[in-house]
């Protein structure tokens, strides 16, 4: 080529190059690219073997491509070259404008090392510019950014000669090309990559949604999403049928509420309280009908990546009838199992908690109602500037500093060092000598009167049915919030708070008078009376000192009167 002349030289050689790389863009993925570029060399720039070795991520070059002899192509194909190696190739022998030929006097020092070759022994050149058969010319391959992307290796020009001027340019400019072509094949096939993995994470995002979907749709318990934050936070978003099927309601009603909204309202503490993350909480749901259902809540919040927590997933669970089995077992510890009364112990109970250990009799001045209510004593806490405590809160309390009878004023329940001015409404027993108005809690300790005679000659039976009966009258007997209690045996205690001392005796007259009327038992009608002593609750006393005090004088009362009127039966 180089022979003829050289207008015709350089116009060949374009339409050989203008050819060769219109075809590198027809290829579609990186191996046909790599192909297409050692089939354009040897089809179209003139030489016989042709080769590209692609740098891999390790930094390495394999042999990604080989064209012009299968032999070749089989034995190195695939093959690898360390880094160093093609490194030192690349800044040996004579740099042409950007290729590098290694002549073979010069290549002989690598053919130890571990770059894949192929070559075939020949005589000495015969003249200057003779292709040698251990000859090496190279075309490293860079992308935009100046990054090695691999080398294309020639051997054998046709002519049997080294490429002059514009064989090497075009060489050159089929590297420059092939180079964007490898980068091009190269981004199609890291998207074509992507969009598969896209695809597949689609799929399993697909598949993970319609999974949640049947999950939550088909849970046997209630489930609800509602939105976190915000306006509306707290609201329904979504809940499955069985939460709608528990609460009695379609779920397009239910996404005009919050769990707020149908909280029962002595739950309302304990639903605000619920922490978002991992919250659990017992409460009570309204249903329709307008009864209350009791559930266990528990949260967790379903996040999105890019803004943060946003839905908060509720799973309900219906504990009716756990909560009902834990409220007869407490029902049953609490009260009588034959009566159905509150028993001993919480009688007691009840007692105590209207109690405080500081006695009634100690009654705060005014000096020290206006000290406490500024909280201005040294055993306070210290002195409170302005009335203003140390946290900011205001110190003002303002209750009359003067005391009335039977409203002391002092500690809360079970503190007997409490401040005088908190919410504890002290328990005073009123004179029964002088009606002065002073109302107190009273304690009426009933002992009934010929019932031993009763179950000694009808036996237990009947005697279980006096007392279920007498415990019925007691109870008709007294106020809404009073409380009767059975003790044991025949033995009844009757708290009943805001009653002046006439008050507890006529209410005393009246349960007396309500229990003695005959009872029916199986046909026979029996009777019994009944012994009333009147004791008062105060603070500084103990339950079982009030109660004792009220059973001393029921045994007093009972003494009083003659056998004939306490005989019953």
């Not at 096939?189 to 994470?201: D, G, S």
């Not at 329904?236 to 996404?255: E, F, I, K």
């Not at 999105?304 to 407490?330: N, S």
Request: net charge negative.
């Amino acid at each position: 080529m180089e022979t003829e002349s050289e207008p015709y030289v350089r116009l060949a050689t374009l339409r050989q190059l203008h050819r060769v790389v219109a075809e590198l863009n027809t290829a579609r993925s990186l191996a046909d690219t790599l192909q297409t570029v050692v089939d354009g060399i040897v089809v179209g720039l003139g030489y016989e073997l042709a080769c590209v070795n692609l740098v891999r991520p390790d930094g390495d070059l394999v042999v990604a491509a080989f064209a012009g002899d299968p032999a070749a192509e089989a034995l190195i194909t695939g093959r690898v070259g360390s880094r160093p190696a093609w490194e030192r190739r690349l800044t040996m022998g004579e740099n042409w404008d950007g290729l590098r030929f290694i002549p073979h006097t010069e290549g002989w020092v690598l053919m130890e090392d571990d770059v894949p070759q192929w070559h075939t022994d020949g005589p000495d050149p015969r003249f200057e510019d003779e292709w040698h058969p251990e000859d090496r010319l190279y075309a490293p391959m860079y992308a935009s950014g100046g990054e090695l992307l691999g080398v294309i290796s020639v051997d054998r020009p046709r002519n049997g000669r080294r490429p002059g001027a514009w064989g090497r340019e075009a060489l050159q400019m089929y590297a420059f090309q092939a180079a964007i072509a490898i980068s091009n094949a190269r981004l199609r096939a890291n998207m074509q990559r992507a969009l598969v993995r896209l695809e597949r994470e689609q799929q399993a995002l697909r598949a993970s949604e319609e999974s949640f979907r049947q999950a939550f749709e088909y849970a046997p318990s209630g489930m609800a999403i509602a939105e976190m934050g915000g306006d509306q936070h707290g609201r329904l978003l979504r809940t499955n049928d069985a939460l709608c099927r528990l609460l009695g309601r379609p779920a397009s009603v239910l996404r005009r509420y919050s769990f707020s909204d149908l909280v029962h309202p002595e739950d309302i503490g304990t639903l605000l309280r619920t922490s978002a993350e991992g919250g659990r909480a017992e409460l009570r749901l309204g249903r329709r009908d307008g009864t209350y259902v009791w559930v266990s809540l528990r949260n967790s919040v379903v996040a999105d990546a890019a803004d943060g927590p946003r839905f908060l997933l509720t799973h309900v669970e219906d504990i009716e009838e756990r909560k009902r089995h834990e409220l007869q077992l407490a029902h049953r510890a609490s009260h009588d199992s034959l009566t159905g009364l509150p028993n001993s112990a919480e009688l007691r109970s009840r007692l105590g908690a209207r109690l405080c250990r500081r006695p009634q009799s100690v009654r705060a001045t005014a000096v020290e109602a206006l000290d406490a209510a500024y909280e201005g004593r040294p055993e306070a806490g210290g002195a409170v500037e302005h009335g203003f405590r140390p946290d900011g809160s205001h110190g003002f309390a303002v209750p009359d500093p003067f005391e009335f009878p039977g409203a002391a004023v002092g500690g809360t329940p079970g503190a007997g060092d409490a401040g005088p001015f908190d919410h504890h409404v002290h328990a005073v027993a009123p004179d029964p000598e002088v009606d002065d108005g002073t109302k107190g809690l009273a304690v009426l300790f009933c002992d009934l009167d010929g019932f031993k005679s009763i179950n000694d000659r009808f036996g237990h039976h009947t005697g279980d049915a006096v007392l279920i009966e007498v415990a019925r009258r007691l109870t008709t007997g007294v106020r809404d919030g009073d409380t009767v209690a059975r003790l044991g045996g025949d033995e009844f205690v009757v708290l009943a708070d805001g009653l002046g001392a006439a008050d507890a005796a006529d209410l005393a007259v009246r349960l007396r008078n309500a229990i003695i009327p005959p009872i029916r038992v199986d046909g026979r009608a029996v009777r019994v009376g009944a012994s009333f002593g009147i004791g008062w609750a105060g603070c500084g006393m103990s339950a079982d000192e009030v109660l004792r005090s009220a059973d001393q004088r029921m045994y007093i009362e009972k003494r009083s009167r003659s056998k004939a009127h306490r005989r019953a039966g």
